[in-house]
């Protein structure tokens, strides 16, 4: 079994910081990916940021020079550091772990989180 326990959502105004955690527990793989998935109502859930466990990172267009996602693989927690907020990235928004039990395996496990809502607004 894989938990996913999400905090630091809440209220901000424009321009203002948050910083998301995530901690994972259970059966952890050392291969792996965590990242953050944001989903607003009536639309679809994208990709915000995501980071390996090797160190790699990748961002969404829309985040990119603003947000910073990273990681303590001893600690298995991934954070995203979120600054200069504007209202479109209010949404709630979901750690992610992909994991594979080898480098060479064909099939990858997916959690999600509960979700932390984060609302950017004056």
């Known amino acids: 079994q894989v938990q996913l326990v999400e905090s630091g959502g809440g209220l901000v105004q424009p321009g203002g910081s948050l910083r998301l955690s995530c901690a994972a527990s259970g059966s952890i793989f050392s291969i792996n990916a965590m990242g953050w998935y944001r989903q607003a109502p009536g639309k679809q859930r994208e990709l915000v940021a995501a980071i390996t466990s090797g160190g790699s990172t990748n961002y969404a267009d829309s985040v990119k020079g603003r947000f910073t996602i990273s990681r303590d693989n001893a600690k298995n927690t991934v954070s995203l550091q979120m600054n200069s907020l504007t209202p479109e990235d209010t949404a709630v928004y979901y750690c992610?772990?992909?994991?594979?039990?080898?480098?060479?395996?064909?099939?990858?496990?997916?959690?999600w989180g509960q979700g932390t809502q984060v609302t950017v607004s004056s």
């Open positions: 992610n772990l992909r994991q594979r039990r080898t480098q060479g395996s064909n099939f990858a496990y997916e959690y």
